[in-house]
């Protein structure tokens, strides 16, 4: 029984991130919703998906792969800090290589901020969440949860630049090429930009601290 309810729970979670954005679906969406409703209804599902998709892989029964040892946990606790600057200096700001961008027609590629490391810098965070989170969690039913996140990212980046292709034409290349030229060093010190690395910290101390509350785990070793 268990394993049926992280089956549905799996197969809910393709379905939900496959069928609202497709073609006539997403369109009909648009129309009733309107963009910024579309946004808010899709994100509320995804995260109400995800929610019991990890509880489904909480109840699922437990079949080790690979023991547990202190250093996973130490991986996992600075690569999560990673996680939380690349989301603080990424989330709300321009980037129209990737979903999610924030007044894009204001993107500038002469100072393309995280943009000019990755395209798209929310996916590199889910995918290093997930495979680090995989490390630390050698049982079948996780290897299943954070392996399917893991390529869900990796793969969702290259069908997010199959279709901004496709959208942007010849400017996809012009701009991709325009942020490559910048140089790799470069970084604002401005004021948002000291913020959101503040923003990064906050997320980080407030992730550790909801862990075992939320998860039932403690992130310390």
């Known amino acids: 029984m268990e394993w049926s309810g992280l089956a549905l729970a ?56 690979w023991g547990w040892a202190p250093w996973q946990n130490h991986l996992v606790l600075a690569v999560m800090l990673l996680v939380c600057l690349i989301i603080a200096l990424s989330v709300g700001r321009p980037n129209p290589f990737s979903f999610g961008g924030a007044r894009n027609a204001a993107f500038d590629p002469r100072h393309p901020g995280i943009v ?20 630390a969690n050698g049982d079948v039913a996780h290897i299943l949860l954070f392996g399917t996140f893991a390529a869900f990212a990796i793969l969702g980046g290259r069908l997010v630049d199959r279709r901004k292709r496709r959208e942007m034409g010849a400017g996809w290349d012009h701009l991709r090429a325009e942020v490559r030229a910048q140089p790799i060093g470069q970084f604002s010190a401005s004021r948002s930009s000291i913020l959101r690395v503040g923003f990064g910290f906050a997320l980080y101390l407030a992730l550790i601290m909801l862990h075992p509350i939320v998860i039932g785990v403690s992130p310390i070793p």
Do not use: C
């Open 10 to 65: 799996f197969a809910a979670f393709f379905l939900s991130h496959s069928l609202p954005i497709r073609a006539p679906v997403r369109p009909i969406l648009v129309r009733r919703l309107g963009p910024a409703g579309f946004g808010l209804a899709y994100s509320a599902l995804s995260i109400a998906v995800l929610a019991w998709l990890i509880v489904a892989t909480a109840r699922a029964p437990y079949l080790p792969v």
């Open 116 to 135: 000019r490391f990755t395209r798209h810098p929310l996916l590199v965070a889910l995918a290093l969440w997930s495979l680090a989170h995989l490390v």
